[in-house]
């Protein structure tokens, strides 16, 4: 059994701060969308270069997957950042903020790069005593485009790794702490759209016309409330509609209305159940109201992040060898935002883990995916250390 000095491992990761500190503003200060991210793959690439680990940028994508090979057997561990940043206009006056009109890194990504590069560091330091090996997965389009699957069928789990885990920094989780549970993590996304379509008319004579407006308004609300008679409590869901979208001036009526919105599960069974329902409410409704419906899910959706018992425990008990019980939270409920590292734990057994990373002195840090995101950097050696110690426990 290997015998880690927790408390060596993680001054070591603070000693790394200048190292991964410049990583983080140089990503944040260049940042891509989607799945084609050729600055930050570049950047990484010559990174773990210098460090003499191999890589292998993908094929479809501009994902980077990297091996350490441990001087032990032992089991395969691999480790997730996400890369990709978010269409906003970045508010935050930072001496490095984005250079990139219109996009930014709100979502902590950057972190998520340069924690995992610094983590990289870590286990070269300490290669001897791995037992096994790492794969370090720096994953493109992680904001709804789905990378995550895209890696996996270029092979990222082929053969499958023993466990897997990704971090998540969160800006107004306080800074430094850790937090996990065994689960349900994160919720399933989905999209839904349905397109109304009537007879439009003069607004002096609805009598001449199927009006969709009003049927668009029923659904709304009829959507609310069947999703607290139809899904169970324990087993809850939200649906938000967030786009209504009729008309082209006050006095006509239009001939269609489009309701947009998205839901969302900790289950796959309520997922489906959701799903369900809003197709069967959507045509009642249209029926009731003589107007045609046509229901559709645009974006097929993540599902939902579900740690493995056993990995989210194993997390939780390293997390505070390494940093103490005080920093340590063992989650009591999920959170109902989505994430695709769900696809990797469909294939192993592990974990999602947050980091907080609130700036300390500000009331009510901007949350993630705000354009006025700030990170308290001072946190990231935690993140780094916890990946090392991840790969290096037995």
Known sequence: MTKIDTRALLAEAKALDPQVIELRRAVHAHPELG?????????????????????VPGDSLSSVVATIEGGQPG????????????????????????????????????????????????LMAHRSELRGSVIL???????????????????????K???????????NLPSG?????GGPMMASADE???????????????????DPIPVAAELVMALQVALTRRVNVFDPAVLTVGQIEAGTTFNIIPELATVRGTFR?????????????????AHGIA????????????????????NDAAGAERALGLARTLVGKDSVHEMETPVMGAEDFSYMLQASPGAMIFLGVAPSGIERPAPNHSNKMLVDEAALHRGVALHALLALAD
């Open 35 to 55: 799945l084609d991210l050729p600055v930050t793959q570049a950047l990484v690439l010559a990174h773990l270069e210098t460090l003499g680990i191999p890589a």
């Open 75 to 122: 089991p395969t561990t691999l480790l997730r950042a996400d890369m990709d940043a978010l269409a906003l206009v970045e508010e935050t006056d930072l001496p490095f903020a984005s250079k990139i009109p219109g996009v930014m890194h709100a979502c902590g990504h950057d972190a998520h790069v340069a924690m995992l590069l610094g983590a990289a560091q870590l």
């Open 137 to 159: 997965a720096f994953q493109p389009g992680e904001e709804g485009a789905g990378g995550a699957r895209r890696m996996i069928e270029e092979g990222l789990v082929d053969p």
């Open 161 to 171: 790794p023993d466990r897997c885990y990704a971090q998540h920094v969160f800006s």
């Open 177 to 181: 702490i850790i937090a996990t549970r």
């Open 192 to 210: 839904f759209l349905i397109v109304l379509t009537g007879r439009g008319g003069h607004a002096s004579a609805p009598h001449d016309t199927l």
């Open 265 to 281: 599960a900790l289950s796959e069974e309520t997922r489906a159940a959701v799903e369900e329902l809003v197709s069967r409410v």
């Open 287 to 306: 029926d009731a109201h003589g107007v045609e419906v046509a229901v559709s899910f645009p974006m097929e959706g993540y599902p939902v992040t579900l």
